[in-house]
Structures are given as structure tokens and as C-alpha cells.
């Protein structure tokens, strides 16, 4: 009995310590989406950077959110980028600009959907969020209490960090782990496309990385910025 008990227990630190660390191939047809359709989704999440007057802005962080559930390659609904500069809200991450945007597309009387808030906090269980970035602790956190069926993002918290980003170092999967109590389970997908998202995150605070496509060096008060 206690060989067999301990060979469980030694199992069970075995899973937690896999499903902490491992994330599913992000080139794999996952809930039904091929890799393509979420490549072509997250490149639009690059591009929602156009939003903010500029291919290459310093917070580089872009939020697209797509109904997978009614056709394929799915609907975008809303997108959002990084707000903190032109509004002054610290909040305004491009998650949680694109959480607010969606909700008001949703229940906007003159609008597609004219959903009650009621309806609309049900249908984001039904939405997927595509990031160009893995999302602080605060986002990913707003991500779980909003419900979404799927969660994906492109470049990690971990190159983040190694390329300069002051970040709260608590990855998206911790915060996934730590929210089994809330009703909705949401599906996590990770490094979707890093190879195209990393360069638009690696030129600011390495003056030797080329600036994004359609941006140049200036240098003044001692800073190398693209713009
Ligand atoms: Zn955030």
C-alpha cells in the first residue's frame, strides 16, 4: 500500500509540474481553427497598431476579438490597442481597450448585435481574444472574469522581459491555473506566430534592432526611438 501510494503521489507532482509549463503546439487545429486562420488574425492584431496614428508606437500591444463559433475563419468583432498615453488611463491595456470596445459594439442600440448587458457578458464565452503579446497578470485575470472560449497569444512575458519590458512576472498560465473556480473554462494558446509578433517589441530598448516596417530611428535626449 505504501509503494502504491507513493508512486501517486510522486505522479501527481509529476502532472502539475507538466501542466504548468507546457502549452499545446500553436501550429496544431485546435477548437476546429487551423493554424492559417489564426495566423491571418494575429497579423490583424499587429496591424490594429494602425489605430494608434503609427505602425511602430512604443506600447506596441494589439487586441483583435473573433467569434469562432458561427463560421470559419471566424468574425472579428472589435479590436484595441494600447491606450495608457492617449488617454491617460494605466488601465487602458490593449486588452482591456478591446474588452471595452466590444462592449460597447455589442450593446450599441443602433448597432449589429443591440444586446442587453445581460446578453453580452454571456456572449463573450463565445469569443476568442488574439494578443501580439502574452497579457500582464491584470489583463489575463480580465480575460478569465470575461469568459472567452480561447485566449491566444504571440510573443511571451519571457521575451518580454529579456529584451528590457518591465513586466509583473506572473505568466497567462499561472493566472489560468489559479481560476478554476469561475464557471466559463477558457482555452489557452501561446507563441502563435512569436516569429512575426517579436519584432514590433524588440527595437525599444535595443538601438541596434531594426525598426518596424514603415518607422526610422530618431535620436534625441539621449533616446533612440522609431517613429
Ligand atoms: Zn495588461
Redesign the pocket.
Known sequence: MNIKFHSMAVFTVFATAVSATVLANPELTINGVSFESRANWMRLANSALEISGSPCPFAA?GTVIVNHTDSNPGKLICMGVNENSKTGNPSL????AAIKNCTAILTDPEGDYRLTPAEAQIAFEGLSLYTNAE??P???SAIRWSGFREYIYGTSIETLINQGWGQIRVPSVNIFEASYDLPIQSRLIGNLLANETDPFFLWQYNPSYPCPRGCTRSRGLGASLCS
Open positions: 500591444f491595456h490593449g486588452e482591456i497579457s500582464c491584470m489583463c489575463a
